[in-house]
C-alpha cells in the first residue's frame, strides 16, 4: 500500500482520536448550544462530501451511459440507505441524546451503545475514503490524489468535533476521562478498517466504483438526516445548527473544488 494512500486512511481517524482528546483537558459537560453547533458542521460536511466527492464523480466516470449516467450512481444510493436502514435495525445502539436504545434489545450498557452508534455512522465515511483511494490507485477512474486527499481532511474536519460529541457526554455520564476517550477513539477506528478493506478489495472494487460510490454517498446521507440533523435542530436557537451546516458545506466544497 502506498504511503499516501496509508496516511489518506488515517486522517480521518486522527481527527476522530484528537476530537475525542478534548474530555482530557475540557470541562466534563459540552454546552448544549456548542455541541448542536459541532453537529450541523459535522453535517454540513458530510452533506457536501457526499455530492463533490462521491456523487458527481459517479456520474462522470459513467458518462459514456449518456443521459443514463446518473444510473449507477442513484442505484447505489439507494442500496447504501437500504444497508444503513438495515445496520439501524440489526444493532442495538443509542443515539446521542435519547433514553431509548434502536436495535434489537440488549443488555449492553449505555456507553457501549453509544459507542455503536456512533460507530455505525463512522463505517460509510471509511468505505468512503477506501473507495475513493481504490478509485486513484486504479490510475483511470478520474480520481487525483489530491481529490482522494480531499475528502480524508474533510471528514477528519468532521470528525474532530464528533469525538468530543461522543467522549465529553460520557464522561458527564460518570466515565473516567481515560474510558471516555477511548471509547471516543475506539468509535473512530471503524474508518480506517473499512478503507483498508476496501483498497485490499480493489478488484473487485473498481469494475462497480460508480456504484461504491454512490453507495457511500446515500449511507451518508441516511446518518444526516436520520441522526444529526434531529439533533442540531433540537431545542431553542436551531438556527445555529443550521448556520454551522451552511459553513461546514460550504468547508467541505471549497476543499473538494480547490483541491480536486
Given amino acids: 500500500m502506498k504511503t499516501e494512500v496509508f496516511q489518506g486512511i488515517l486522517i480521518p481517524f486522527l481527527g476522530t482520536t484528537l476530537g475525542s482528546a478534548c474530555v482530557l483537558f475540557m470541562k466534563n459537560r459540552l454546552n448544549q448550544m456548542v455541541q448542536r453547533a459541532l453537529t450541523g458542521f459535522a453535517a454540513g460536511v458530510m452533506v457536501a462530501a457526499s455530492i463533490w466527492s462521491l456523487l458527481i464523480p459517479a456520474m462522470e466516470q459513467s458518462e459514456s451511459m449518456g443521459k443514463l449516467s446518473f444510473l449507477p450512481a442513484a442505484v447505489g444510493f439507494w442500496l447504501g440507505i437500504l444497508f444503513l436502514l438495515l445496520l439501524d435495525r440489526a444493532v442495538p445502539h443509542l443515539h446521542m441524546n435519547s433514553s431509548k436504545a434502536e436495535g434489537p434489545e440488549s443488555s449492553l450498557q449505555k456507553q457501549v451503545l453509544l459507542v455503536l452508534a456512533v460507530t455505525l455512522h463512522n463505517l460509510p465515511k471509511g468505505m468512503a475514503v477506501g473507495v475513493v483511494y481504490a478509485g486513484w490507485l486504479s490510475g483511470d477512474a478520474g480520481i487525483t490524489a489530491m481529490g482522494a486527499l480531499s475528502l480524508s481532511l474533510g471528514i477528519a474536519i468532521q470528525n474532530f468535533p464528533e469525538g468530543a460529541i461522543i467522549s465529553m457526554p460520557l464522561r458527564a455520564k460518570g466515565v473516567s476521562k481515560g474510558k471516555a476517550f ?18 485490499l478489495a ?59
Fill in 182 to 199: 477511548f471509547y471516543g477513539t475506539l468509535s473512530g477506528a471503524v474508518e480506517p478498517a473499512g478503507a483498508a478493506l476496501t483498497i
Fill in 202 to 260: 480493489a478488484g473487485f472494487v473498481i469494475p462497480l466504483l460508480p456504484y461504491l460510490l454512490g453507495f457511500a454517498a446515500g449511507a451518508m446521507v441516511y446518518v444526516v438526516v436520520e441522526e444529526l440533523i434531529p439533533e442540531m435542530s433540537e431545542g431553542k436557537h436551531s438556527n445555529v445548527g443550521t448556520v454551522l451546516f451552511a459553513a461546514g458545506f460550504t468547508v467541505m466544497m471549497t476543499l473538494d473544488v480547490a483541491l480536486g
